[in-house]
């Protein structure tokens, strides 16, 4: 149990376009998601925390009119990239609360190539 | 501040030896904490947990965790490591597992030599 699904699992863009990222809750219902970025060979750093029906909340640094975040449900959220750089080319994971056994649960992630 | 920190950025065991992988971490009261594995290009799997009680916290794949509140530790060990263990170990903590976002650390990077 408590599943989440994210697609794509790889992108590849051009620049100055957008790219929207999907997790989906299958099998639970996640009032909250998290939002990391992890760059090659380092960890992962949190950039965003969403909420079902309401904004979402940014991390220091991360600039919220590009990385825009949709919780409009409580089994999706979507994180939108608009207007890519390739500097934007990093590996996205979501990851919501797992209510059962008090852990987290994590999408499988998002390779995005921005060129 | 609140951080966590693995002390060791690359670790090269042979296949066969012990293994210790360290965390320490600095907050105000003790944590949730977590160990996870990520191989090349793929997601997270959670190795183990501690919340509370017994320290010594047994997981997948034959590892384990100890939980030392005195030297604010949760070291990952594993008695003989497998070729297949070659990957990167993240610690990872969380004040509440309900509304607060894992912080992690830099992670380790494990190689097994033959």
């Known amino acids: 149990g408590a599943v989440v699904s994210q697609h794509p699992s790889w992108v590849i863009c051009k620049s100055g376009t957008s790219v929207k990222i999907e997790c989906r809750s299958l099998?639970?219902?996640?009032?909250?998601m998290f939002w990391y970025r992890q760059f090659p060979k380092q960890s992962l750093m949190l950039m965003a925390t969403s909420n079902e029906g309401s904004k979402a909340t940014y991390e220091q640094g991360v600039e919220k009119d590009k990385f825009l975040i949709n919780h409009a449900s409580l089994t999706l959220s979507t994180l939108t990239v608009t207007s890519a750089h390739p500097e934007d080319s990093s590996f996205y994971i979501c990851?919501?609360?797992?209510?059962?056994?008090?852990?987290?649960?994590f999408g499988s992630g998002t390779r995005l190539t921005v060129v | 501040a609140q951080s966590v920190t693995q002390p060791d950025i690359h670790i090269t065991v042979s296949e066969g030896a012990s293994l210790e992988l360290r965390c320490n971490y600095s907050y105000g009261a003790t944590p949730y904490l977590f160990w996870y594995v990520q191989s090349p290009g793929q997601g997270l799997q959670l190795l183990l947990k501690y919340f509370s009680g017994d320290t010594l916290v047994q997981g997948i794949k034959g590892f384990e965790a100890e939980f030392k509140r005195s030297q604010s530790s949760f070291n990952l060990r594993k008695p003989s490591v497998h070729w297949s263990d070659a990957a990167e170990y993240f610690c990872?903590?969380?004040?509440?597992?309900?509304?607060?976002?894992?912080?992690f650390g830099s992670g380790t990077r494990l190689q097994v030599q033959p």
């Open positions: 099998d639970f219902q996640a009032t909250t």
């Open positions: 990851s919501a609360p797992a209510e059962t056994n008090y852990g987290y649960t």
């Open positions: 990872a903590v969380a004040l509440d597992t309900g509304r607060r976002a894992l912080t």
